[in-house]
């Protein structure tokens, strides 16, 4: 350890050297950046009146998180799914609001739980689509659509790897988009998010989705490796509220909430 005390002149300036970085880093952990899947309604999508914003339930429970523990959350767009997980990886930004929990991933972030929501990832496909679906196997032999780097939990994602034939594209209209075209046969995407998208798009009448559901999967924040921010007593701190909040509530009500939000924003009530 340096002591700033001694007499010696080439520690006395190393500590004056030191001790603003240092203050610098304390300050900058009162603060977190976060983003996320910024078509994600009614989770996560990008505010209307700011658009480098996101809003939704998972933005409202982060930044309530946040206030309990005396940190103030920025959740802000990052891009498209896929560039803003890699945001969260290289630590440019610090947690992702909202993220499946697989093996790879648990490579490059530290998840913080209990995971503070679970959604359904289902088969998306036309409304003439004539092919029987009762489970993962009636997929085989046909061509699907998926996001880049998106997740639909470890089970699944082994499974389709070594059985399923998915495209990947940046952004769930492009997959719709793709669908409808007749360049697809399903799409793998989640349950709610695809329902206020596909009615947005005007494309509600003519998509349909199919039981069961492939998987349904917890919904983590997880904080980048490489952040400044990613120390154990923060980690802990953030668990152990999280354990507190999701075992209440909160959760349920900020996505009721906010889907409701999202509703009336497309029908353009003011709120």
């Excluded at 914003?53 to 206030?67: S, Y």
């Excluded at 389709?160 to 007749?182: G, I």
């Amino acid at each position: 350890m340096i002591e700033c005390g001694s007499g010696r002149s080439w520690l006395l300036s190393l500590c004056l050297l030191l001790l603003p970085q240092l203050s610098v880093a304390e300050a900058g952990c009162r603060q977190l950046t976060a983003t996320g899947n910024p078509e994600y309604p009614p989770y996560l999508w990008r505010d209307p009146h700011n658009p480098q914003v996101l809003i939704g339930a998972n933005a409202d429970l982060l930044k309530h998180l946040g206030e309990s523990l005396g940190l103030k959350v920025d959740v802000r767009y990052g891009g498209p799914w896929s560039r803003a997980q890699e945001e969260v990886r290289t630590g440019r930004i610090d947690l992702l609001a909202g993220y499946f929990l697989t093996q790879a991933r648990l490579q490059e972030m530290d998840f913080i739980s209990p995971p503070f929501l679970h959604t359904p990832s289902v088969v998306w496909v036309r409304q003439d689509a004539t092919f029987v679906y009762r489970g993962w196997a009636d997929l085989k032999g046909l061509t699907g659509g998926t996001l880049v780097s998106n997740s639909h939990g470890q089970k699944f994602d082994d499974y389709a790897n070594a059985n399923l034939t998915l495209e990947a594209v940046p952004s769930a209209r492009q997959a719709f988009e793709k669908l409808l075209h007749k360049r697809n046969d399903y799409v793998i995407y989640e349950q709610y998010p695809g329902m206020a998208l596909a009615r947005t798009l005007g494309m509600d009448k003519q998509l349909k989705v199919l039981e069961p559901p492939v998987s349904s999967e917890g919904l983590y924040l997880a904080l980048s490796h490489d952040s400044p921010c990613n120390q154990p007593a923060l980690r802990e701190q953030l668990a152990q509220k999280m354990k507190e909040i999701a075992s209440g509530p909160l959760p349920g009500q900020l996505l009721e909430k906010n889907l409701e939000r999202w509703q009336q924003e497309q029908a353009g009530v003011p709120h």
